[in-house]
């Protein structure tokens, strides 16, 4: 069965510090993973996607990074700000179609003064 | 603005009771989606279209049911016959059915039972 984990469940810093969340994944074929930003009440928004011949990918202070061989996924915040509070979701496809994604229930972060 | 609109965003359902979540986008997407979101589980797919007049199951289908009769819209009824219906609901499109296409959320429906 395809699973994703991800880890920690939750996580607090102070602002301006930066973070890494993980993603390990037990999907077989790999596709491609993405990372997704899901603030409270509101629907997820894709942050990154990667493929296998990826290994890191930057959208602003986000930078997610990709072990194929490993099956593993992080995405690090740099400087981090009182907006990125939210929850980050790593979803995984296992083919080349967006009805077989395997999603992860998410790191919870908040980021305080 | 382009995006996807659910509607409404707090929905009560009585028992026997079937209730309509509706979804719509502008962003002339041919493939849309309804997923479910529970505490501490990944979203899980209802159903999905990747065309108008064509829409297929997904991992938890029963007790639910949708209609694409138009590109821009993709409403899911919650039957009496989903037991649990309590969650939250979100749609998404995207450009086709393609995984490495990112997929646009709206921003989700929660329904709860009176």
């Known amino acids: 069965k395809n699973q994703v984990e991800q880890s920690p469940q939750s996580l607090i810093i102070l602002e301006g510090k930066n973070c890494t969340l993980q993603?390990?994944?037990?999907?077989?074929?790999?596709?491609?993973l993405r990372w997704y930003k899901q603030d409270t009440g509101r629907g997820p928004v894709s942050l990154t996607i990667?493929?296998?011949?990826?290994n890191t990918k930057s959208n602003g202070r986000y930078t997610a990074t990709l072990d194929a061989d490993t099956k593993q996924s992080s995405l690090h915040i740099t400087a981090s700000q009182l907006s990125d509070s939210a929850s980050y979701i790593c979803?995984?496809?296992?083919?080349?179609?967006?009805?077989?994604?395997?999603f992860g229930t998410g790191t919870r972060l908040q980021v305080t003064l | 603005d382009g995006g996807i609109t659910q509607s409404p965003k707090y929905l009560f359902r009585k028992e026997g009771q079937n209730v309509t979540l509706s979804c719509e986008q502008n962003?002339?997407?041919?493939?849309m989606y309804w997923y479910r979101q529970d505490p501490g589980q990944g979203l899980r797919l209802i159903y999905y279209?990747?065309?108008?007049?064509?829409?297929q199951k997904g991992d938890i289908a029963e007790g639910y049911s949708v209609s694409r009769e138009k590109k821009e819209s993709f409403p899911l009824t919650v039957t009496s016959a989903q037991k649990n219906p309590t969650a939250f609901y979100l749609c998404?499109?995207?450009?086709?059915?393609?995984?490495?296409?990112?997929?646009?959320f709206g921003d989700g429906t929660r329904l709860s039972i009176l």
């Open positions: 993603c390990n994944y037990t999907v077989s074929p790999f596709s491609n």
């Open positions: 990667m493929t296998f011949s990826e």
């Open positions: 979803v995984v496809s296992d083919t080349g179609t967006a009805s077989k994604l395997t």
């Open positions: 998404a499109s995207s450009m086709d059915g393609r995984s490495n296409q990112p997929q646009h």
């Open positions: 279209s990747q065309i108008v007049n064509d829409f």
């Open positions: 962003l002339n997407h041919d493939a």
